[in-house]
């Protein structure tokens, strides 16, 4: 019975890495050619390479260490090359300003 759930908790992590490379992927596709190098990252080929192995990998190459080494790249991306990307292609903060604005101006501490 602790096998089995134990098995269970695996297959959640896995289908869970396996997600977030996917999405990695999609986003990288996405993103134009000219912001990655605006953005001063990797090229947007290495990207596709790096996560559509990572992808490959996960979906039908089960090897634990290939698939952590796939896991780190996609959150690589996610945290460091996709914010990047964003603020290069003018998709900054939804709402806008900083984030010492209040609901009616920016707050300036009582100055």
Do not use: C, H
Not at 14 to 27: D, I, N, P, Q, T
Not at 95 to 109: A, L, T
């Amino acid at each position: 019975m602790l096998m089995s759930g134990f098995q269970s908790l695996m297959g959640l992590l896995f289908l869970a890495m396996a997600v977030l490379a996917v999405v990695a992927l999609v986003f990288a596709v996405l993103a134009r050619e000219d912001a990655y190098r605006a953005a001063d990252k990797q090229t947007k080929k290495f990207w596709l390479i790096i996560l559509g192995i990572t992808v490959v990998i996960d979906l039908f190459l089960p090897i634990l260490f290939l698939q952590i080494a796939g896991l780190i790249a996609s959150i690589v991306f996610m945290v460091d090359v996709r914010p990047a990307l964003r603020q290069v292609s003018g998709g900054g903060p939804r709402r806008g300003g900083s984030s010492s604005d209040g609901p009616y101006g920016p707050y300036n501490g009582g100055r």
